[in-house]
């Protein structure tokens, strides 16, 4: 059963669901950190990205425990997150 069939699979304990639906939350997580951000580089506001680098980081590992055509049918959402990390770079100040 896929996450978009089981409308209840959020509320399971982690360890009851699947890995792959972990890791899509924590795409969406980490999608939702860098609007965030980017928002507040827009705003020439200080932004601390410590806490963005530490999840993802566990996104990269937790992207191990999938097997390969799970992690594949993930690939548009990782390319579209790379994306979105370029472009909050490019509105970072340089130091």
Do not use: W, Y
């Amino acid at each position: 059963m896929s996450r978009d069939d089981n409308p209840i699979a959020a509320f399971l304990p982690a360890s009851a669901r699947p890995p792959i639906d972990a890791v899509i939350d924590m795409i969406d997580g980490v999608a939702k950190t860098i609007q965030v951000a980017r928002a507040l580089a827009e705003a020439q506001r200080p932004i601390e990205l410590t806490g963005l680098e530490n999840m993802v980081g566990l996104l990269v590992a937790r992207l191990f425990d999938l097997d390969f055509a799970e992690g594949r049918s993930l690939r548009q959402r990782l390319i579209a997150l790379e994306r979105d990390l370029a472009c909050l770079e490019a509105r970072l100040p340089t130091r």
